[in-house]
């Protein structure tokens, strides 16, 4: 990791000792109770920070090296690039959690995980995000009673499948139309068969506690604005380790490596399914990456495109944030196996 | 969130989010400001009046501890001043290589001076154009110097293509020969060239990987354009 981020945690830092809270926790209550004595320190954190930052500027001498300034490049538009996503996912997510009731939702989604959990992925195509605005909205849908199975569905669905994704797809693959299909076709499958595999875990105890909420105001347009403020603060945070994460892969693993393995396909589709982990690139902007390595076959930039939406560096930190840690170790490498065989066998069948 | 709110807006209001993601974000961007600060704005005024009720037991926190790693990007953006994608990004990674998109390209007007192009369109033209339109006209295309051993007498026209943000760019490269010229990396410059046809086809085995063109004049533009990056639409 570089030593920007090094620094400027730094700064951050003291609101971590001071009231003794670790960094990263899933639990939500210890939140929500609002015993956190921040809001007193944060503003001050603030200003701090920023003092600090203005001093480096312009006297250590490493922070104008090139490649310091080309991650901090990489790093701040990932972040500005997923916030309008982000900030549509948990508007999204704060309606859930004000004007649904656990009583609709049991009303309205199949009883049944075969019924449930194709629908949530149908439901998905709906959302014209990318993958950072559909975690909150997951959250809200477990925490608001949608069977677990059938809101992570919907989690892997909505940034892979929509209309924006596909309609972009076409854009950059202009000569290869089937590779749309195979795409959509794909990234269904996978979203389908992780959503089967979570119906028939029995230990589900994972996702318990996940987005349980104290009331603590009343009417719904507070708590609309209440939740949606949390989510994004929440959601936000970890879209910033992730993005640092990114930023900083991105620099250390130069994609001409790729070149190297462009003969074999095996390799190269392990090598896709790796890129599309470590880039953490938009699901809207992704198929013009892969569009810009023509040397490479169609079914191992497949692989690159179904693996990206569902998980990456960002969302893995994303999804400990919002999920818990140990679901995220479980999710991850489950996942990113699915979405690699599914686009694999799509693309032999489709391509 | 005021804070991050009102740093997008000013961000939208100087152009500088130009460097960052591609023009087209920045309608998403402006609503994502507004909602920001909007519920800034609720959660300030909320806040004041709840202490103001009672101070002891009604704490509220605007969220977890994590989330002030939010302000990291701002830090970050003070103190390292990033920079659009130039010469160093372009280093590592291949040049994009358009594939065939028209059927047919419209003849080009050279009756008014050097035709002004994307690099994209030129690639596109010099790659896939069978009736050769771009043969013996003069063409504007506007884009980073980089230089390059593969060029000795020039230097590599440079322009990134971003469809989202900045972490998505692929650089599109002309071999420009020009052996009066010699400017450092990343100086934006207009330069006037002539597309010279391949001795052999493009898409061969043996054929040239990258597109060249002798320089009819180069000028230096002291600073970047507004829209740094070309879009892939």
């Known amino acids: 990791m570089s030593a920007v981020d090094r620094d400027a945690t730094a700064a951050v830092a003291p609101s971590v000792s001071d009231n003794g809270e670790p960094l990263a926790t899933n639990s939500h209550d210890h939140h929500h109770h609002g015993d956190t004595p921040e809001r007193g320190y944060g503003p001050w954190i603030l200003v701090a920070g920023l003092a600090v930052a203005l001093l480096l500027r312009d006297r250590v001498g490493w922070l104008s090296d090139t490649d310091v300034r080309l991650w901090s490049t990489l790093f701040v538009s990932v972040c500005i690039q997923a916030l309008p996503f982000l900030v549509l996912g948990v508007v999204v997510s704060g309606l859930i959690a004000a004007f649904v009731s656990p009583e609709f939702v049991q009303r309205i989604v199949p009883k049944r995980a075969f019924l449930a959990v194709p629908s949530a992925g149908l439901a998905g195509m709906a959302l014209p995000g990318c993958e950072c605005g559909s975690v909150p909205i997951a959250g809200r849908l477990v925490a608001a009673g949608t069977p677990q199975a059938a809101a992570l569905t919907f989690l892997l669905a909505a940034p892979a499948i929509n209309p924006v994704v596909l309609v972009s797809t076409a854009v950059a693959f202009p000569n290869d139309r089937e590779l749309v299909l195979a795409r959509f076709v794909a990234s269904f499958l996978t979203a389908i068969a992780v959503g089967t595999w979570w119906a028939r875990r029995t230990n589900t105890s994972l996702l318990d506690s996940v987005g349980h909420l104290h009331k603590h105001r009343e009417g719904k347009w507070e708590r609309f604005v209440d939740v949606a403020s949390r989510d994004l603060v929440h959601a936000g945070g970890y879209l910033v380790v992730g993005a640092m994460a990114a930023a900083t892969l991105q620099l250390v693993v130069p994609r001409s490596v790729l070149t190297s393995v462009a003969d074999s396909e095996v390799l190269s589709v392990l090598m896709f399914a790796a890129l599309a982990v470590v880039l953490s690139i938009c699901s809207e902007a992704d198929a013009f990456v892969a569009a810009g390595l023509p040397q490479f076959s169609l079914t191992s930039r497949l692989v690159f495109l179904v693996v990206g939406p569902v998980i990456d560096l960002k969302l893995v930190a994303m999804h400990a944030g919002i999920f818990g840690r140990r679901f995220a170790i479980v999710f991850a490498p489950v996942t990113l196996a699915v979405a690699v065989i599914s686009a694999v066998i799509v693309g032999q069948v489709i391509l | ?233």
């Not at chain 2, 593969?150 to 590599?156: A, C, N, T």
């Open chain 2, 1 to 233: 969130m005021l804070v991050l709110g009102a740093v997008i807006a000013r961000l939208l209001r100087s152009g500088g989010f130009g460097m960052f993601v591609q023009q087209h974000m920045q309608y998403p961007l402006m609503a994502a400001a507004v909602v920001l600060l909007i519920f800034g704005g609720y959660e300030a005024i909320a806040g004041v009046r709840e202490e103001r009720r009672d101070a002891a037991s009604v704490k509220r926190s605007t969220g977890p501890t994590i989330g002030w790693l939010l302000m990291l990007p701002l830090l970050v953006l003070v103190a390292v001043a990033p920079t659009a994608l130039g010469a160093a990004a372009a280093d590592r990674v291949d040049a994009y290589t358009p594939t065939q998109t028209n059927s047919s390209y419209s003849p080009l007007d050279t009756s008014k001076g050097p035709v002004e192009m994307r690099v994209f369109e030129f690639l596109d033209r010099a790659l896939w154009d069978d009736t050769r339109t771009l043969e013996g006209a003069a063409v504007r295309l506007e884009g980073l110097v980089v230089n390059d051993p593969d060029v000795p007498d020039g230097f590599k026209l440079t322009r990134f293509m971003v469809s989202c943000c900045a972490a998505d760019g692929i650089p599109l490269q002309v071999s420009v020969h020009a052996p009066s010229v010699a400017l450092p990396d990343d100086t934006w410059v207009v330069a006037d060239i002539v597309w010279r046809p391949p001795d052999q086809p493009y898409h061969s085995p043996g054929g040239p990987s990258s597109v060249e063109a002798d320089a009819v004049s180069v000028v230096e533009v002291p600073d970047a354009p507004n829209d740094p990056y070309e879009s892939p639409y």
